[in-house]
């Protein structure tokens, strides 16, 4: 990068001027704000990119083992303030703006955040290679450029709406195109084994190809040289002609069809899968971004002259959940079709680059293909996974003697081709993402692959870059463990831990509660301007941000928002603390309990937010479009981080380590990483409530959940589960049916029934807890203290030294 010392407030000017003038022919006061961002993130762009050309110069010099993450999202949020920040110019860059006449909030507020992913899985692939370069580690992600991302929500009259999400409407200024890169994928056609002159031999024919366009984004290390790269692939037709006679003829949308087919698979993140057509174009995704990166790997070693024989001693490729499991059988066809080798040696090879991390316990996430479907797009991978399955479970039943032991292992079973298996097999280490998750991979879920590959199954616990959930998005909080810690928890956050000395400064304390209240203002403000709801910030913000599912339960939240109000309603004596309740989050389009949930929420906030009788004692809140630069204005104000997923079903979550770092105390079930928070800051310092996972995992293996029976003994949830459909919140009986069926009909599956007398007691407790301010104040300096074992830096060491095997490069 360039030396930051020589950058100047007149440099950085002068550089903006000149890219104004050059990009679009303006003055300033000429340009519009989108234009003046756009202009700004070239300036800053430019900066980058002198670190940009020198690490990839001395990676390929020194042929340095690199490792690719490759992954399905990347919710990297917004770059330019980020980049500010790394570059050590972030005041610099305000104060000459300002100079300009120009205001750094509009300017920031300008950028789109990138359509790159929907919530915690792409959310961490993004701090990843946030700490691969901020720890000079040579490392890169590789994933699709959505064109429409997954898409942009809107609320209308509660309901979940989806309409596309236009982030690349304006140039995006950060994205370098690399036509000259672009590579062939392959789908559809014939594949068979054929003796051709004596020898046999794969054909592959008949296919079509997709020609894949790598955009790279610069990602910038904190304060150092590094500058990796996340390389996104764009999918085009592979052919620049346009087809004359259709046209011609009349036949207007045949002459463009293949190139639509083509752009199909980059334009939005997770297609609808309920359908066939979803299904086959969810699987052309993984595919593409796949191969595409693979070859461009290969070809880029090719280049570098290095003997793929060896190709472990330069390359790590990191499959992150189910998604680019297709790794494993493409690095088999490049290196038996392309590059020659034996089965034996390409298998020995492919299983020493691959690691794989396992996200999930859901059943539904452990992805599985249709084999007629797989075949038909995908031949000759389909001819390969077959083959391994063949192998593979040919030395299973050599050790076990077992069908049933093979038919649960196999990687094709049952119609379905099976990629978790898939991803297993081939890799030399598979991680699961918080200690709880993985001992329940290795008593429960992989057991068996756990007894077949001792040692190949271990933990890596998630994490967070607290350079965007901290620095970037609580600088009030940033600049006052500055003056009380030092700076060195910026490049080593497991110093928050010397905030610990001041748990009973009452002046630090004091302090930590007006920087919390001051980021409610601002976020009680943003409300009222975009929601029109009027929140006291003197209130309890309780806040749940995360993908609407089953498991994760805001339908409990829900209840107990109810239970309050009604409470109130009926007593008049009775009094709680303010509290806001504040939801972020999308629904995947076709799952519809999800957006009925959704619905519900809006529907109490219109009720409650609306009712005199109330007397703002609760708000609800719905922010529409949850997204990365939204969870910054929320973060760094939440007072209650709801973490109250059924136990055993939340692999991690990194939600629940942004609020602590943040401040918030967390409101949780013993579940995923709630786990080792409880561990770090003890008891005293977290509000834990419901079933253990051992006992939700009984009750599951043993099913006697009999809700009818439940409620018949709790008139009171009767009273709550009634109001859903007896008119009271002012829809028709039918609007919530859907949620009473899976109450009472589908046996309450996640058990929000059997968890609310112990989660309301939890809530009270909380109510208790805040009344004591100095008690608060103390806990919410704990879960800072101590968030700093969750740095995405600390986990990326970690998978660096003990799964990739790279290491430390300064440039």
């Given at each position: 990068?360039?030396?930051?010392?020589?950058?100047?407030?007149?440099?950085?000017?002068?550089?903006?001027?000149?890219?104004?003038?050059?990009?679009?022919?303006?003055?300033?006061?000429?340009?519009?704000?989108?234009?003046?961002?756009?202009?700004?993130?070239?300036?800053?762009?430019?900066?980058?990119?002198?670190?940009?050309?020198?690490t990839n110069k001395q990676y390929r010099e020194k042929k340095v083992k690199q490792v690719y993450y490759l992954s399905m999202e990347f919710l990297i949020g917004k770059l330019l303030e980020r980049n500010l920040i790394n570059l050590g110019i972030r005041e610099l860059a305000k104060e000459a703006l300002a100079d300009m006449?120009?205001?750094?909030?509009?300017?920031?507020?300008?950028?789109?955040?990138?359509?790159?992913?929907?919530?915690?899985?792409?959310?961490?692939?993004?701090?990843?290679?946030?700490?691969?370069?901020?720890?000079?580690?040579?490392?890169?992600?590789?994933?699709?450029?959505?064109?429409?991302?997954?898409?942009?929500?809107?609320?209308?009259?509660?309901?979940?709406?989806?309409?596309?999400?236009?982030?690349?409407?304006?140039?995006?200024?950060?994205?370098?195109?690399?036509?000259?890169?672009?590579?062939k994928v392959r789908f559809g056609g014939d594949a068979y084994v054929a003796t051709v002159r004596g020898h046999l031999k794969v054909v592959h024919e008949n296919y079509y190809t997709v020609k894949a366009i790598p955009y790279d984004i610069p990602i910038s290390g904190y304060q150092n040289n590094t500058v990796n790269t996340?390389?996104?692939?764009?999918?085009?037709?592979?052919?620049?002609?346009?087809?004359?006679?259709?046209?011609?003829?009349?036949?207007?949308?045949?002459?463009?069809?293949?190139?639509?087919?083509?752009?199909?698979?980059?334009?939005?993140?997770?297609?609808?899968?309920?359908?066939?057509?979803?299904?086959?174009?969810?699987?052309?995704?993984?595919?593409?971004?796949?191969?595409?990166?693979?070859?461009?790997?290969?070809?880029?070693?090719?280049?570098?002259?290095?003997?793929?024989?060896?190709?472990?001693?330069?390359?790590?490729?990191?499959?992150?959940?189910?998604?680019?499991?297709?790794?494993?059988?493409?690095?088999?066809?490049?290196?038996?079709?392309?590059?020659?080798?034996?089965?034996?040696?390409?298998?020995?090879?492919?299983?020493?680059?691959?690691?794989?991390?396992?996200?999930?316990?859901?059943?539904?996430?452990?992805?599985?293909?249709?084999?007629?479907?797989?075949?038909?797009?995908?031949?000759?991978?389909?001819?390969?996974?077959?083959?391994?399955?063949?192998?593979?479970?040919?030395?299973?039943?050599?050790?076990?003697?077992?069908?049933?032991?093979?038919?649960?292992?196999?990687?094709?079973?049952?119609?379905?081709?099976?990629?978790?298996?898939?991803?297993?097999?081939?890799?030399?280490?598979?991680?699961?993402?918080?200690?709880?998750?993985?001992?329940?991979?290795?008593?429960?879920?992989?057991?068996?692959?756990?007894?077949?590959?001792?040692?190949?199954?271990?933990?890596?616990?998630?994490?967070?870059?607290?350079?965007?959930?901290?620095?970037?998005?609580?600088?009030?909080?940033?600049?006052?463990?500055?003056?009380?810690?030092?700076?060195?928890?910026?490049?080593?956050?497991?110093?928050?831990?010397?905030?610990?000395?001041?748990?009973?400064?009452?002046?630090v304390l004091k302090k930590l509660a007006k920087i919390k209240h001051e980021n409610k203002v601002e976020l009680a403000r943003y409300i009222k301007e975009k929601n029109g709801i009027e929140v006291d910030p003197n209130s309890i913000f309780d806040v749940q941000v995360k993908r609407v599912h089953g498991y994760k339960r805001?339908?409990?939240?829900?209840?107990?928002?109810?239970?309050?109000?009604?409470?109130?309603?009926?007593?008049?004596?009775?009094?709680?603390?303010?509290?806001?309740?504040?939801?972020?989050?999308?629904?995947?389009?076709?799952?519809?309990?999800?957006?009925?949930?959704?619905?519900?929420?809006?529907?109490?906030?219109?009720?409650?937010?609306?009712?005199?009788?109330?007397?703002?004692?609760?708000?609800?809140?719905?922010?529409?479009?949850?997204?990365?630069?939204?969870?910054?204005?929320?973060?760094?104000?939440?007072?209650?981080?709801?973490?109250?997923?059924?136990?055993?079903?939340?692999?991690?979550?990194?939600?629940?380590?942004?609020?602590?770092?943040?401040?918030?105390?967390?409101?949780?079930?013993?579940?995923?990483?709630?786990?080792?928070?409880?561990?770090?800051?003890?008891?005293?310092?977290?509000?834990?409530?419901?079933?253990?996972?051992?006992?939700?995992?009984?009750?599951?293996?043993?099913?006697?959940?009999?809700?009818?029976?439940?409620?018949?003994?709790?008139?009171?949830?009767?009273?709550?589960?009634?109001?859903?459909?007896?008119?009271?919140?002012?829809?028709?009986?039918?609007?919530?049916?859907?949620?009473?069926?899976?109450?009472?009909?589908?046996?309450?599956?996640?058990?929000?029934?059997?968890?609310?007398?112990?989660?309301?007691?939890?809530?009270?407790?909380?109510?208790?807890?805040?009344?004591?301010?100095?008690?608060?104040?103390?806990?919410?300096?704990?879960?800072?203290?101590?968030?700093?074992?969750?740095?995405?830096?600390?986990?990326?060491?970690?998978?660096?030294?003990?799964?990739?095997?790279?290491?430390?490069?300064?440039?």
């Amino acid at each position: 990068m360039e030396n930051i010392k020589s950058i100047t407030k007149e440099d950085i000017k002068e550089k903006l001027l000149n890219a104004l003038k050059g990009m679009y022919a303006k003055e300033l006061p000429d340009a519009t704000m989108n234009q003046k961002y756009e202009a700004f993130s070239k300036v800053i762009r430019d900066y980058i990119s002198e670190g940009w050309l020198e690490t990839n110069k001395q990676y390929r010099e020194k042929k340095v083992k690199q490792v690719y993450y490759l992954s399905m999202e990347f919710l990297i949020g917004k770059l330019l303030e980020r980049n500010l920040i790394n570059l050590g110019i972030r005041e610099l860059a305000k104060e000459a703006l300002a100079d300009m006449g120009i205001d750094f909030g509009e300017i920031v507020e300008e950028e789109p955040d990138a359509g790159l992913g929907n919530g915690g899985l792409g959310r961490l692939a993004a701090c990843f290679i946030d700490s691969l370069s901020s720890l000079e580690l040579p490392g890169h992600g590789c994933g699709i450029r959505y064109k429409y991302g997954l898409f942009r929500q809107e609320i209308k009259n509660g309901y979940q709406v989806e309409v596309p999400d236009l982030w690349l409407k304006e140039r995006y200024p950060w994205e370098v195109k690399k036509e000259n890169r672009g590579v062939k994928v392959r789908f559809g056609g014939d594949a068979y084994v054929a003796t051709v002159r004596g020898h046999l031999k794969v054909v592959h024919e008949n296919y079509y190809t997709v020609k894949a366009i790598p955009y790279d984004i610069p990602i910038s290390g904190y304060q150092n040289n590094t500058v990796n790269t996340l390389r996104l692939w764009s999918a085009e037709a592979d052919t620049d002609e346009f087809d004359f006679v259709n046209f011609n003829s009349g036949h207007y949308m045949q002459s463009v069809e293949g190139k639509y087919t083509a752009e199909l698979i980059s334009q939005v993140l997770y297609p609808d899968d309920s359908t066939e057509n979803g299904k086959q174009l969810r699987l052309k995704q993984e595919y593409f971004f796949v191969s595409s990166s693979l070859q461009a790997i290969f070809n880029y070693h090719r280049e570098l002259g290095i003997d793929f024989k060896r190709l472990d001693d330069y390359v790590a490729i990191h499959i992150n959940d189910t998604h680019p499991a297709l790794a494993v059988a493409e690095i088999m066809r490049l290196l038996i079709d392309e590059e020659g080798l034996k089965w034996e040696e390409a298998w020995e090879i492919t299983q020493k680059v691959c690691a794989y991390t396992n996200h999930t316990i859901m059943e539904e996430a452990l992805e599985k293909w249709p084999i007629q479907m797989f075949k038909k797009l995908l031949p000759r991978i389909y001819l390969i996974i077959e083959e391994i399955n063949r192998r593979f479970c040919q030395e299973v039943m050599n050790k076990y003697l077992n069908w049933n032991v093979v038919n649960r292992m196999s990687i094709i079973e049952e119609g379905l081709v099976r990629m978790a298996n898939l991803a297993i097999v081939g890799s030399h280490s598979v991680n699961g993402v918080a200690a709880l998750h993985t001992e329940i991979l290795q008593k429960k879920e992989l057991r068996d692959f756990h007894e077949f590959y001792p040692g190949k199954l271990n933990n890596k616990t998630n994490g967070i870059t607290h350079r965007r959930w901290l620095i970037k998005s609580n600088p009030a909080l940033s600049a006052m463990l500055d003056t009380h810690i030092g700076t060195d928890w910026r490049k080593d956050p497991v110093s928050l831990e010397k905030l610990m000395e001041f748990k009973e400064d009452h002046s630090v304390l004091k302090k930590l509660a007006k920087i919390k209240h001051e980021n409610k203002v601002e976020l009680a403000r943003y409300i009222k301007e975009k929601n029109g709801i009027e929140v006291d910030p003197n209130s309890i913000f309780d806040v749940q941000v995360k993908r609407v599912h089953g498991y994760k339960r805001q339908l409990l939240n829900c209840m107990h928002i109810l239970y309050l109000y009604k409470k109130l309603k009926k007593d008049k004596d009775f009094d709680i603390h303010p509290r806001t309740f504040i939801f972020g989050a999308k629904a995947a389009p076709a799952y519809y309990f999800a957006k009925n949930v959704i619905k519900l929420i809006n529907t109490l906030g219109e009720i409650i937010n609306n009712d005199p009788d109330i007397n703002d004692k609760l708000k609800v809140v719905f922010i529409e479009n949850y997204s990365v630069s939204k969870a910054e204005k929320i973060i760094p104000a939440a007072d209650v981080s709801e973490q109250i997923s059924t136990a055993s079903k939340e692999a991690s979550g990194t939600g629940n380590m942004k609020f602590m770092m943040n401040g918030a105390v967390t409101l949780a079930t013993l579940d995923g990483a709630n786990v080792e928070i409880h561990n770090l800051v003890g008891d005293d310092n977290i509000v834990l409530f419901g079933m253990t996972s051992d006992e939700v995992i009984s009750l599951y293996e043993n099913f006697q959940n009999d809700t009818h029976k439940f409620i018949e003994s709790n008139p009171e949830i009767a009273e709550l589960i009634a109001s859903f459909v007896d008119g009271s919140l002012g829809v028709v009986g039918s609007e919530f049916s859907d949620i009473c069926r899976y109450l009472l009909e589908e046996n309450d599956y996640f058990f929000v029934l059997k968890d609310f007398w112990a989660y309301v007691e939890a809530q009270n407790k909380i109510e208790e807890l805040y009344r004591d301010r100095e008690r608060w104040n103390e806990m919410c300096l704990v879960n800072i203290a101590k968030a700093g074992y969750f740095s995405s830096d600390n986990t990326i060491s970690k998978y660096a030294r003990d799964i990739w095997d790279i290491e430390r490069e300064s440039i």
